[in-house]
């Protein structure tokens, strides 16, 4: 007879069940974890692309309203316009950013935000209308800035990424594994 005890088996059963109930939870737990990390990851990236897009969207509609006006020979905007539209959009980026996209794009909303105040002096011997030009000038080249430290931030690349490798070739490579023998150079030669 065996001298195993009569409780030793659901004992041992008992035991490894609960083992595999704790192993069970643990790579729920590790799988959700997961999920909700790549969850976050996607919404981070989200939220911040929605708010650099909204953000350089009013920025250049600003512009486009500045250049329209002075166009046209009618006085710019007030800058309160400027702020009322630029405001909740400059808010999210200020908030969701980080310091350097923050610093390109304030760069870019006071020298829209100084086209939009009161005309600016121009430097001894300029005309007015030539300077606010030179300004308006600036403006795409400070974008540009805020446009690279977003590119950064984002990690969007300027370049496309590597086309696929071919599949490799199926035709006389699958019809060798096959045991079919091949036709030789010469016997086609020959026969051709």
């Known amino acids: 007879m065996s001298e195993i005890p009569w409780w030793a088996l659901p004992l041992v059963a008992v035991v490894f069940s609960l083992a595999g109930a704790g192993m069970a939870l643990l790579v ?10 790549a969850k ?11 708010a650099y897009i909204a953000l350089m969207t009013e920025f250049e509609r600003a512009t486009y309203r ?13 800058p309160f316009t400027y702020v009322d539209a630029v405001g909740p ?11 350097q996209v923050r610093s390109a794009a304030l760069a870019v909303h006071l020298l829209i935000e100084k086209l939009y105040g009161e005309r600016p002096t121009p430097p001894p011997g300029v005309e007015p209308e030539k300077s606010v030009r030179e300004m308006l000038g600036h403006v795409p080249l400070v974008m540009q800035q805020f446009e690279a430290a977003v590119r950064e931030e984002l990690g969007i690349e300027s370049t496309p990424p590597p086309p696929p490798a071919p599949p490799p070739a199926r035709g006389l490579r699958s019809y060798i594994r ?12 020959i026969t051709g």
Do not use: I, N, Q
């Open 66 to 78: 500045l250049r329209a006006a002075y166009d046209g020979g009618r006085p710019p905007p007030g």
């Open 40 to 50: 976050r990851t996607k919404r981070w990236y989200a939220e911040r692309k929605e």
């Open 178 to 189: 096959r045991g079919a023998a091949p036709v030789r150079a010469e016997e086609s030669r």
């Open 28 to 37: 729920s737990a590790r799988d959700e974890y997961a999920r909700s990390r």
């Open 89 to 99: 959009a400059l808010m999210k980026v200020r908030l969701l950013s980080s310091g």
